[in-house]
């Protein structure tokens, strides 16, 4: 397998897990992923957020762990990359304002690149306006902006993940499995005993 460079973009309150857990599988297996933020270097932290399901109407946050950032935002040069990564939680809120974030996401959008985002970042998705008539799944919350961007909103389980072309996405951190696989199939990359 050729190890794939992928960009995972995240920032201060991304899910703690949204994060992680794509980050260390995605070296596991061998793939090289530089882990950026807005306005932050290689070595700088991000503090992430902790969201779980309580049986509240809806999720509850609680601070997570810090994270040390890899790679400096200001030296990214999407060319370079083979991939994107979108982490939920709380920065796709502030991260989809960002216009150099926006034209990112669009680069790899209009170059067909593989395209993965978990949760809330599909407001990123939506803030780059590249999801018209893509099916999209995010956290239920952020159906009604990918409807209005012109996505079709994939209303499926917390625990599946929805493919359309080059774009992966899941509803939240317990679709894990099936969105790192999904994402993995997207990517080329064969595991094997």
């Known amino acids: 397998m050729a190890a794939k460079r992928i960009l995972m973009l995240v920032g201060d309150f991304a ?43 809806t999720y509850t946050e ?11 935002f200001k030296d990214v040069e999407v060319t370079n990359y083979d991939a994107l990564v979108i982490a939920g939680g709380r920065a796709p809120e502030y991260l989809r304002l960002d216009p150099e974030v926006l034209a990112m996401v669009r680069h790899f959008a209009e170059e067909n690149k593989p395209l993965a985002a978990v949760c809330h970042g599909a407001q990123v998705l939506a803030g ?21 961007a012109g996505g079709i909103y994939a209303d499926i389980a917390i625990d599946a993940a929805e493919t359309d072309g080059n774009l992966v996405t899941a509803p939240a951190w317990p679709a894990h499995p099936a969105w790192l696989a999904a994402f993995l199939e997207v990517l080329g990359t064969r595991i094997s005993p």
Not at 26 to 36: E, F, I, P
């Open 15 to 57: 899910e703690d897990y949204e994060v992680m857990v794509p980050f260390q599988a995605l070296l596991m297996v061998g793939h090289r992923v530089d882990a950026v933020c807005p306005g932050k270097e290689a070595g700088d932290k991000i503090k992430t957020a902790i969201h779980d399901f309580e049986g509240d109407q």
């Open 62 to 72: 609680k601070r997570g762990h810090d994270f040390i950032l890899n790679a400096t």
């Open 128 to 148: 780059a306006e590249v999801i018209e008539g893509r099916r999209v799944s995010a956290y239920p919350a952020c159906a009604p902006e990918v409807r209005l």
